[in-house]
Nanobody
């Protein structure tokens, strides 16, 4: 059974940090590129960060460059999103996605709220 389980979300003050994790099971994790998306209320889901197989290349949305870092640990079948200098506009549900050719899987999401 394929599963992607996000964790690490929560309430944080502006300027704070959170680290999201996405634990994968049921498929060959190392074969898949991994992405983090987010969706704020009333907005479309947007790509935040992506990492290729073996972590050779990372890409980021302009809105998070320099603040967020995506990484992966294939030994643990986990992808991470380190989020620093958080802003209220980062408030959203964050989802991870695994992609390989025409195959893709989504996690259930974790809520991140940035508020004082």
């Amino acid at each position: 059974q394929v599963q992607l389980v996000e964790s690490g979300g929560g309430l944080v003050q502006p300027g704070g940090s959170l680290r999201l994790s996405c634990a994968a099971s049921g498929f060959t994790f190392s074969r898949y590129a991994m992405r983090w998306y987010r969706q704020a209320p009333g907005k479309v889901r947007e790509l935040v960060a992506a990492i290729t197989r073996a972590g050779g290349r990372t890409t980021y949305a302009d809105s998070v460059k320099g603040r967020f870092t995506i990484s992966r640990d294939d030994a643990k079948n986990t992808v991470y999103l380190q989020m620093n200098s958080l802003k209220p506009e980062d408030t959203a549900v964050y989802y991870c996605k695994a992609e390989w050719t025409q195959h893709f899987y989504w996690g259930q999401g974790t809520q991140v709220t940035v508020s004082s």
